[in-house]
């Protein structure tokens, strides 16, 4: 190393020579800007394996498009044999199941999350309860399938025939139930989506500042008529986004529905009767698909992703648009 | 002004209350295990302006706060002794905190206005306390009587949070004196504004307390006399087996007497500046 | 001067006749109070049926499963459809090593993208590319992630000409994990103070020095704790493996072919129709349930420990 380097060494000249280290050496240098693209590589990597999947899901797909059309997504024959294929009855049933499910499942988490974050019940209690259901969110969907075939499915269906007695009148309960079908699957997505809304609700109604509630209380509401008034609307657009997140999960969550829906391919307008979503045939046919089923498949997939990207977007935008400056 | 303290609890303790507003009789408050003041005697007087004064950690917003039963929103935080308001202990069981809060109402330290509009940052006390009159003349006379009008008046549509903070503040007083309280506390009011808007909060109180009993914390003692009738001062002391200090009434007089010739060496001290 | 002097002011509010006045006293018979009332019910009935399904799935879980649980289980293979006994040793080995592979992967990208993110990107157009880019890969679904592996390795055959392989498996899980990794990374950094960078900075340490010897330990623990967690998620995970890593009734046999894992083996047997295999189904959830609450628990505790 040359002692004198004019370009480098500005300080420290004269002084001792102890520290030998006092001028960067040009090794120290390359390590630092060789770090830092190694960072910046690895972190393009999630944008480059995010194009990858869309590219070759689309590759996959392009057959299945060129062949179908838009007709794919309206039209509900699924037929191998005359290699006719419309996804109807997948796009249907993901919707449906999704959508049903978030209707049960946001007042019982945001109920919930309420339950545990507005005082109702003692500290200890509370944490319990949060922990139970963080820990409910790490049992794997394929227990839950394997819970619910053997266990959730048997134990409701008298209540699903006496709805049949009740309601088989109209279409949605026309079919007598019989094992597999999408309101188990229904509620099973129930059970999958509500840790995450009430995760996100009690960390939302948590961020309302203690001042905000101390007004509400300081104006005479009674607690519920703070949560309502004042608490609910600081935390909605995080909720909402909770919310959204929740349903982008439900109509991607494949393995527990898979077990539980029936995977029929055939439209059924009964909640009673098996149904199918997109991931659930994802996961039952791809395997021993070949030739322009695997690209059908694809299509499928592709459908499914652009309806998750949508409503995951949708949830950010929310979630930064939405939110209240308090 | 020569009683000294005791004599004068016996003094206010005995007491008609015709003319006394509130009255504490022995209240200590803890968290926990943690004793925060204890043992505080204090009439406070019906129309008037009382400001709680002393160092921080004395007590006095704890004190304050235990007026409507704000501290029951602390979990572990209790209160012995009595809190006499129209001739009723808050702090028995059979007493309902929301309509104690309805009564006495309170402005805080950080203007907290609702995420709502300005309007219904006003209605919405005025509604849930069963308010049957005209609610546009109801909003536009509270923010009047917090000074506030006119800087609102254009904008009552809009969220309270585009507000200026001396506003968002005004704006509290205005939703809390919309709900016709017979008492209103104010925690601090001024200590997150910049002095004009302080100066604007003070003219405001000054023509409150016409219509209502105001009580003050302030760790500003200019504040204190401007516009406060009474003062209490509150200090702190060291506890032996403790670890913090718990909070304890010094003195508590007119205003003029706690400043110009206070009873105690550790009154004359804090209001001369040599503590605190 | 005492309070006898004190004049009553005039206190008159002209118009409280206007708003309800009640005595001080609780009046449980009141509207507000029988809906607040009510509405701490229901919540509380809403809190139960939340937690329920976790009671109910854990007990199934210990007594179907655990009652089944012997030495055997974990040192033999399945037994072919119709048969009874066997055990899921392969698939036990099989998910060690297919989410091995994942964590190799996922957590050194992870890490570094995490650190690119906090200590480079600050706000830079590129940085919120990345940002946003992880948020979308996270609610990709799972299934999608095997989709793209079997497009990408399986089709294409690109390792060695075979087609599914626990690497391929692997590589589809860490996808999975990837934003994960990434995001606690980044959140865990963000935690640490400013002033201990300015701290090494002003002692004349370089960036790198600063990352790595300063930055990056002082936020171990969120980051390992983020780490614990997508392993036990990437654990159970299911869709991904089925047309990656697909199953095998064998013992593994090398990452590039065909691998058996638990979670595939308990979907698998789950949806046979013979008691011997859906029993075994029981006891592999049992033994999966377990791995994952614990590491769950791990995590929790780590998070404990970091008090930066």
Not at chain 2, 87 to 95: E, N
Not at chain 3, 22 to 45: A, E, M
Not at chain 3, 119 to 142: I, R, T
Request: proline share 5%.
């Amino acid at each position: 190393m040359p002692a004198h380097h004019p370009m480098t060494s500005d300080q420290g000249l004269s002084a001792d020579a102890l520290f030998t280290l006092r001028r960067r050496p040009t090794s120290e240098k390359l390590l630092d800007l060789g770090f830092r693209q190694l960072t910046l590589t690895l972190a393009s990597l999630v944008a480059i394996v995010l194009l990858a999947i869309l590219f070759t899901v689309f590759q996959g797909a392009r057959e299945a498009m060129a062949s179908f059309g838009l007709r794919f997504l309206v039209t509900s024959a699924w037929d191998p044999v005359n290699e006719q294929y419309g996804a109807f009855v997948a796009i249907y049933g993901t919707l449906v199941s999704s959508i049903l499910s978030l209707a049960i499942a946001v007042p019982l988490g945001v109920g919930t999350a309420i339950f545990i974050t507005e005082d109702l019940i003692p500290s200890r209690l509370r944490e319990l309860i949060g922990l139970m259901v963080e820990l409910l969110a790490a049992i794997p969907s394929v227990v839950l399938g394997l819970w619910a075939i053997f266990v959730m499915e048997p134990a409701i269906r008298p209540t699903l025939e006496l709805l049949h007695q009740l309601l088989g009148w109209t279409p949605f309960f026309a079919s007598t139930p019989q094992g597999p079908g999408m309101a188990p699957a229904i509620l099973i997505l129930v059970v999958m989506v509500l840790p995450i809304i009430t995760a996100i609700s009690r960390d939302a109604l948590n961020q309302v500042p203690i001042e905000l509630r101390q007004g509400a209380y300081g104006v005479g509401t009674t607690r519920w008529g703070a949560i309502f008034a004042v608490i609910l609307p600081a935390a909605i657009s995080s909720i909402i986004g909770g919310v959204m997140l929740a349903l982008g999960r439900a109509m991607g969550e494949t393995m527990a529905v898979t077990m539980i829906i029936g995977n029929s391919l055939n439209f059924d307008l009964s909640l009673l009767a098996p149904g199918n979503t997109i991931a659930s045939m994802l996961a039952n046919q791809f395997g021993e698909a070949d030739g322009i089923q695997v690209s059908a498949l694809m299509y499928a997939a592709l459908i499914l992703m652009l309806l998750t990207f949508t409503v995951n977007v949708l949830a950010q935008w929310v979630v930064r648009r939405l939110s209240l400056k308090y | 002004m020569t009683s000294s303290l005791s004599q004068q609890r016996s003094s206010s303790t005995t007491k008609g209350s015709s003319d006394i507003c509130m009255s504490l009789q022995n209240v200590s408050i803890s968290y926990g295990n943690f004793e925060a003041v204890r043992n505080v005697f204090l009439d406070i007087p019906d129309g008037r302006v009382t400001a709680f004064i002393g160092p921080s950690g004395c007590g006095k917003s704890t004190v304050l706060r235990a007026l409507n039963r704000m501290n029951d929103l602390i979990p572990g935080c209790h209160l012995k002794g009595q809190v006499l308001f129209d001739g009723q202990d808050l702090y028995h069981p059979r007493i309902d905190p929301v309509e104690v809060r309805r009564r006495i109402g309170m402005v805080f330290q950080k203007p907290n206005p609702f995420p709502k509009t300005i309007y219904e940052n006003i209605a919405f006390g005025a509604r849930i306390n069963g308010y049957r009159g005209d609610m546009d003349e109801l909003v536009e006379r509270s923010l009047r009587k917090a000074a506030v009008w006119d800087e609102c008046k254009d904008k009552l549509q809009h969220s309270g949070l585009a507000l200026s903070g001396g506003q968002q503040q005004r704006l509290c007083i205005a939703r809390a004196i919309a709900t016709e309280p017979e008492v209103i506390l104010m925690d601090e009011p001024c200590s997150a504004l910049d002095p004009i808007s302080t100066l604007k909060i003070e003219e405001t109180m000054h023509e409150l307390k016409r219509n209502y009993t105001i009580i003050i914390v302030t760790h500003n003692m200019q504040q204190a006399v401007r516009v406060a009738d009474m003062t209490a001062f509150f200090n702190a002391e060291a506890v032996e087996g403790g670890s913090g200090k718990v909070g304890y009434l010094v003195e508590y007089s007119e205003t003029e007497e706690i400043f110009n010739a206070p009873a105690q060496q550790s009154t004359q001290d804090y209001v001369s500046g040599r503590f605190g | 001067m005492t309070l006898s002097n004190i004049q009553p002011a005039n206190n008159a509010n002209t118009d409280t006749s206007l708003f309800d006045r009640r005595p001080l006293s609780f009046d449980p018979s009141l509207r507000r109070n029988r809906l607040n009332g009510l509405l701490t019910f229901i919540s509380g009935v809403f809190a139960t049926l939340a937690v329920l399904p976790l009671v109910l799935v854990l007990v199934y879980v210990l007594v179907q499963g655990g009652r089944l649980i012997s030495l055997r289980l974990f040192t033999e293979l399945p037994p072919a459809p119709g048969l009874e006994g066997g055990g899921f040793g392969n698939a036990m080995l099989g998910t060690v090593l297919v989410t091995l592979i994942a964590a190799l992967i996922a957590i050194p990208v992870g890490v570094a993208g995490g650190v690119y993110l906090s200590e480079y990107a600050g706000k830079s157009w590129f940085g919120q590319v990345v940002s946003f880019g992880n948020d979308v890969l996270a609610g990709v679904p799972s299934i999608i992630s095997g989709v793209f592996v079997y497009g990408l390795i399986v089709a294409s055959r690109v390792f060695f000409g075979q087609s599914y392989s626990a690497m391929a498996g692997g590589i589809a899980l860490s996808v999975l994990m990837l934003p994960t990794v990434i995001k606690t990374t980044n959140e865990g950094l963000k935690l640490v103070p400013n002033e201990l960078r300015l701290g090494a900075y002003g002692v004349g340490a370089s960036r790198y020095v600063t990352i790595t010897q300063v930055v990056l330990p002082a936020a171990l623990t969120p980051i390992s704790t983020g780490a614990v967690l997508a392993i036990a998620r990437a654990a159970g995970e299911t869709a991904p493996l089925i047309f990656t890593a697909l199953f095998s009734a064998f013992w593994p046999e090398g990452i590039f072919n065909p691998i058996a894992t638990m979670s595939v083996l308990i979907f698998n047997f789950a949806i046979m129709p013979y008691p011997a295999q859906n029993e075994l189904a029981w006891a592999a959830s049992f033994v999966l349930v377990m791995m994952i609450l614990a590491a769950n628990l791990l995590a929790r505790w780590l998070s404990r420990l970091s008090k930066i």
